[in-house]
């Protein structure tokens, strides 16, 4: 089976993103964590570290390079630690996504990993009555905590907000910014999906919103918005373009210029968290340790890449 020209394109680096848990410690209403499940149930956790690291090998042969450590929250699976210390002893280019409540498994792998995505929901007073709606109390100052420990260290860091009408107010916006540059850290906003929740907020709207207030767009990568302000600094915008939340006719192109491939913990492949037609089974492969079996369905992940979608 030969790699097709459209997928895992080297706008960046190709990456598998391993979801090593579908389980999290808080509980947003809107996170797509609810998305990779079988038959309406949290998927098994089938995979250890040494089922990654020989995933990894395998990706390698296909020139995949980087890899994220997603979930659920990945710093409350108990692997995690041994996981990415064997992970980049194979010298794979590590970064994490994490709400940062769990500070010291962050502090524990930090060594390991170049870049890091902590997960917020705003920043200002108004959001503690939103926190109080999608999540646990105790998010607060433990993230903060991270952050200050990540921002110390020098790490690559970036906030992401998923962008809703609740929290991208003018001072919503002007507080993340501040606290993104105490941190020395890039804000994020995220398009929330399916887009008929009602605190929807397309990031078209939100870049309107933004160049009113100064911003200007500097660049634009197929999901992602780069916008620039001289007084508040860097700000990024990434569109879902779901053709599951959106009725958008650049939903196809965005699926075809898709730079990574999901690794489930029920041992599963997708390039896609929500497209249940593209799920390539690798569990058994995985598990007697066919190196060629894997490679092959790795492929068969990367060649469904842009096809259509028929959820």
Known sequence: MELKSHGLTQERNRELRFIVTTRCNLFCKY?????PKRGGKPMLELLKPDDL?????????LGIDSICLSGGEPTIWPNLPDAVRRLRDEGADLNIVTNGV????VKEVFD?????????HGVTEQEDKFRKVYAKKEYDKRTLETLDYLAQKGVILKLNVIATSRNTSEADVLALAKLAREFGAT????ELYPSNLPAFK???????QLEDMGWKKTS???RTVQME???HGSMELLRCGCAISHTLPFSDMICQRVNQVYVFPDGSFNYCRENNESVVEAINAIKKRDESTVTELLLRAINLIGSPCRR
Do not use: G, T, W
């Open 31 to 35: 996170c797509h964590r609810k998305a």
């Open 53 to 61: 690291v020989f995933v990894f090998k395998a990706a390698k042969k």
């Open 102 to 105: 769990h500070s010291l498994r």
């Open 112 to 120: 390991y990993i170049r870049e890091v995505h902590v997960s917020l």
């Open 187 to 190: 804000p994020r906003y995220i």
């Open 202 to 208: 397309s990031n078209m709207d939100l870049q309107i």
């Open 220 to 222: 634009y990568k197929v």
């Open 229 to 231: 302000s001289s007084e």
